[in-house]
C-alpha cells in the first residue's frame, strides 16, 4: 500500500502550516521581578543619625557627633544609589544624619561662644577677688569718696535709659541702652515658648529689651558681640544660658548682623533670684572686651 502522497497549495511546493501540538507550556515565560532586598547601609545610617541628633544637644558631645553624624550621611548616601534596596530605610537616615550635622555645628558654635565667655568672667573674678596682703596701705576716705561716684560702677548703677558704649578687642563698638525692665516676667517668659523651663522655689524671670547700634567700621552680630547679665543684691551673677529658655518676641538673639549705624532691639531673659531683685543691677560688658558697665534693676 503507498504513503500517503502530502496534499500542497496550488503552485507550491511548501506544506501549510500546522501549529506545533499543545505541550502544556506557555508560549513564553516572563522573567521574575527583581528581588528587593534589605537596605543595611541605610538601617546604619539611621541609627548613627539618632545618635549624633541626641549628642548634638550635649556640650562638649557635640564637637563628636559632627563627625558621627557625616559618617551616618555618607552611609545614607551609599543606601540610596544602591539598586534593588528598599529606600526608605536610607532617606530616614541621610535627612537625620544631616540634620545631626547642622545641629552639632550650630550648637557647638554656641557653646564654644558660652565657654569663653564663662572662662573670662572666672579670669576676671581671679584678677579682682584675690585678697589684699596684710601689709597694704588702708583704703583712704578719698578713694572711697571717688569709688562711690564713679556712675556704672557695681556699687553706683547707672540709671535705666543711660547710653553706654562698650568696644571689644577686636574693635566691634556699640552704644547699649536698657528699657524699661520688668522684674517678674516669669509667665510672660514661661507663655513664650513650650519648652522654656519653669523657675525653681525663689527664682523669677527678668526681662529686659536691650536696644544696640553698631558703631564699629565692618559688621557686628550684637547677639555675639554684647553680654547682658545681672548681678543680685547678694553679688551672684546670672546669665542668659542659666536656664533654657527664650524670651518673648522681639528676641535680642534673632537681631540680625548689623553695618556700621546699623541699630536693632530685643528682649533678654534670664533667671535671677527673687529676694532683693529691685537693688540688684544688669552689668553690659563686650564678649572679648575688658570694661563692664552697671545699671539699676529697674
Known sequence: MQPPVPQYAAGSDTPPYAPPAASGLPPYAAPAPAARGKNGFGLAALIIGIVALIGAFIPVVNYVSGFIAAVGLGLGIVGLVLKNRVKGMAIAGTVTSGVALVLSIVLAIAYSVWIIGELENDLGNVSTSSERPVTEAPVTDEEETDA???????????????????????????????????????????????????????????????????????????????????????????????????????????????HPGGTGTGNIAILIPSADAEIGAWALSGLFGDETFFMAAQ
Do not use: C, K
Not at 197 to 226: H, K
Not at 233 to 249: F, I, Y
Open 148 to 258: 562711690e561716684a564713679a556712675v556704672g560702677s557695681r556699687e553706683n548703677p547707672a540709671p535705666i535709659g543711660t547710653t553706654v558704649v562698650l568696644t571689644g578687642t577686636d574693635g566691634d563698638a556699640y552704644e547699649i541702652t536698657l528699657g524699661a525692665p520688668i522684674l517678674n516676667a516669669t509667665e510672660a517668659v514661661v507663655a513664650a515658648n513650650m519648652f522654656n523651663d519653669a523657675p525653681e522655689a525663689g527664682f523669677q524671670y527678668a526681662m529686659v529689651p536691650v536696644t544696640v547700634t553698631y558703631t564699629g567700621t565692618a559688621t557686628g552680630n550684637p547677639w555675639l558681640d554684647v553680654e547682658v547679665e545681672f548681678v543680685s543684691a547678694a553679688g551672684t551673677t546670672h546669665r542668659q544660658m542659666d536656664a533654657m529658655s527664650v524670651a518673648p518676641e522681639p528676641r535680642f538673639m534673632d537681631i540680625n548682623e548689623l
